[in-house]
């Protein structure tokens, strides 16, 4: 009885495990997923970030250039006027509608495809941004966001005098 007892532990024990693993992995990827429903009205910075949890995933790089920060999101199949674009606190949201159709005739089948629905990603911003002076273009799929740091959060060099 012994031996099927410390079977049993061990069992307990891998289980645990996987289950912390996987808890790991989804929090580690929350931030690269984005919501396909329609919006909620909340707002403290705590509430955006979680707006984003969900399992649809448009896939995001932000990345600071020196003078300001850049965000590039993949929202393939869209066009400018599909997008609603904000600063919220520290977050660029980023909103949209999603509206693809398609049909052909191949032989004696007919197809049709179709993916429709909102979509909502609150995006972390490493730093205060000058919103007002903000700039998006939108090419072959990829939504790109260029916000201006906030002057007082830019990099500059220091030159040491002796």
Known sequence: MA?????????????DSVM???????HQAAGAITRFKPDLQKSSSTEIAERSLSWGILACEVFDDGNQIVVR?????????????QVIEDYLVVKGEK????????????????AYGSFERAVPLPGPVEADRATASYKR????????????????RITVNS
């Open 3 to 15: 031996t099927l007892q410390q079977v049993k532990e061990g069992l307990n024990e891998a289980l």
């Open 20 to 26: 912390d693993g996987w808890r790991r992995l989804y």
């Open 73 to 85: 999101l993949e929202a393939p199949g869209m066009s400018e006027d599909d997008f609603d674009l």
């Open 99 to 114: 509206q693809m159709e398609s049909e052909s005739t191949r032989g004696g089948y007919h197809i049709t495809e179709c």
């Open 141 to 156: 799929g990829v939504l790109r966001v260029e916000l201006p740091k906030s002057s007082s959060h830019k990099r500059r």
